[in-house]
Nanobody, 122 residues
Framework: QVQLVESGGGWVQPGGSLRLSCSASGSIFSIAVMGWYRQAPGKQRELVVS???????NYADSVKGRFTISRDNAKNTVYLQMNSLEPDDTAVYYC????????????????WGQGTQVTVSS
């Protein structure tokens, strides 16, 4: 069984910073992509940023220059450093991973974390 567990959400004033972490555990053979989505009230879930196993990144335009993703492949962990936070960044942030397990090494499937709330307000 695979689990993705997020941590680091909370409340912050506009202009502040938060760091999210997501660790994948279980019988993981390989992780191709990890990243973050977010969903604000009344809106669709949207991609924030993703990172491949080789370090290639894909950022949403709205977070470029403010958010930075990093990845520790040895720990199956991804981090999201969020700076200059704005009220529009308020959302539930979900970690996801596209990975293969040892029992089926040729098949990559998507997995989601439970989400962590980020609130930006004064």
């Amino acid at each position: 069984q695979v689990q993705l567990v997020e941590s680091g959400g909370g409340w912050v004033q506009p202009g502040g910073s938060l760091r999210l972490s997501c660790s994948a555990s279980g019988s993981i053979f390989s992780i191709a992509v990890m990243g973050w989505y977010r969903q604000a009230p009344g809106k669709q879930r949207e991609l924030v940023v993703s990172i491949t196993s080789t370090g290639s990144t894909n950022y949403a335009d709205s977070v470029k220059g403010r958010f930075t993703i990093s990845r520790d492949n040895a720990k199956n962990t991804v981090y999201l450093q969020m700076n200059s936070l704005e009220p529009d960044d308020t959302a539930v942030y979900y970690c996801y991973g596209t990975l293969a397990v040892y029992s089926d090494r040729s098949t990559y499937r998507g997995y989601w974390g439970q989400g962590t709330q980020v609130t930006v307000s004064s």
